[in-house]
């Protein structure tokens, strides 16, 4: 399927933003003016966020798995003599039987309750992403009062998006970790190694899918399914720079497996600023696509109300729109915009017409 195919799916609504502004094309370039100008508000937010829906996760995250693993080596009356150092007299556990009890916890306790926590994050995400909507079109943000007024709005597509990706990162957390723990115990195979890559794979995938949806959720009101629908396409048809910002978000998250130091880092930095820049770098980079592939359709498809408006401004729309339709007319997005007219005109022509009723004319002149 083409481009202009996947184009011509696309469900087009009008955005919700208050204000006249114009997302700056440049993606990167307004992302970090808007970082910088609003960087004490967007911390505020960011750190009511955290404390308010964030906090189990970054706990199980971050420090739970030291301190079960620390239970059980240390405080589960193993002895690992010849491996570790000095062990208790009498029976001596090998490595492999203590990783064993060790995954065993997470598998019965730690995924189901890191899933869990997953959900009440992508809930929260609601007010974030609300608030991260409103600075990039420059609205008056109040960190506060905006957050909770996202929440009451759009948390049900939130809540419904947060119960789905909990549910595949279940799934997802149990066989990586499954394929860990027979690395641990020596007896992992190349079944289990092809299971780990596509497990990181998908998540790869699914994050793409986020980076449009979630943002999508705050910016549009589009039915769940058609959100999902255009941000599978917009996936599809952007994908450069989707796994750019997929993959940079998950190694984010990944560097915390490397030392401790890292993991202790990443976990201050996400509970001062960290979901925020995240959010934003995923708003800016999916609004920078509604503006280049559902702008120009929706617009194309609406009677010259914005043209209207330049007009008053004393600018001349009708040449500006004409070379801009002729810079774009090999392009995707041009050609969808043209089959889109196309139809609509098929339409109208299809329609049946109705007969025009002669009127009866009458005189009111008085008669002699």
């Known amino acids: 399927m083409s481009r202009v195919d996947l184009l011509m799916k696309l469900s087009l609504e009008k955005d919700q933003r208050t204000n006249n502004g114009e997302v700056s094309q440049h993606s990167v370039r307004h992302a970090t003016s808007v970082f910088s100008d609003n960087l004490r508000r ?35 009356g193993y002895n690992f003599m010849g491996q570790v150092g000095i062990g208790y007299p009498g029976v001596v556990n090998t490595m492999a039987e203590g990783y064993k009890v ?35 079109w420059g609205e008056n943000v109040r960190p506060v009062v905006s957050f909770f007024r996202g929440v009451k709005r759009l948390w049900i597509p939130f809540l419904i998006t947060g119960i789905v990706f909990s549910a595949f990162f279940c799934g997802v957390m149990y066989a990586m970790t499954y394929h860990i723990s027979l690395v641990k115990q020596g007896t992992a ?12 794979l998908l998540t790869v995938l699914f994050v793409g899918v986020l980076t449009y949806l979630l943002p999508m959720f705050a910016c549009y009101r589009y039915k769940f399914f ?62 920078k696509a509604f503006a280049n592939y559902i702008i120009p359709q ?9 043209l209207r408006v ?5 600018v001349n729309p009708y040449k500006a729109k004409k070379a801009k339709e002729k810079a774009a007319e090999g392009t995707a997005v041009g050609m969808a915009t043209q089959m889109r007219a196309q139809n609509a005109e098929s339409e109208d022509d299809a329609a049946p017409k109705k007969k025009k009723t002669q009127t009866k004319h009458v005189s009111y002149k008085r008669k002699k």
């Open 102 to 136: 060790l995954f065993g916890h997470y598998f019965r306790i730690y995924i189901p309750l890191l899933s869990a926590s997953i959900i009440i994050m992508f809930t929260g995400f609601s007010g974030l992403f609300h608030c991260l909507r409103g600075y990039m």
């Open 226 to 287: 058609d959100a999902v629908k255009n941000s599978v396409i917009l996936m599809l048809v952007n994908w450069i720079p989707c796994l750019f910002t997929s993959v940079f978000t998950c190694g984010i998250f990944c560097l915390s497996f490397v030392n401790v130091a890292f993991n202790y880092i990443i976990l201050i930095l996400l509970f001062v600023i960290g979901f925020a820049f995240l959010g934003g770098i995923w708003t800016s980079s999916a609004q």
């Open 189 to 200: 195979n190349a079944g289990t190694t092809i299971l780990f890559i596509a497990m990181i």
């Open 42 to 76: 967007m911390f505020l937010t960011n750190v009511v966020y955290v404390l308010v829906f964030a906090l189990p996760f970054l706990f199980l995250a971050f420090i739970a798995p030291a301190l079960i693993k620390d239970w059980v080596f240390r405080s589960g």
């Open 310 to 314: 330049e007009a008053r401004r004393g």
């Open 298 to 306: 929706y617009e194309s498809e609406r009677s010259g109300g914005k």
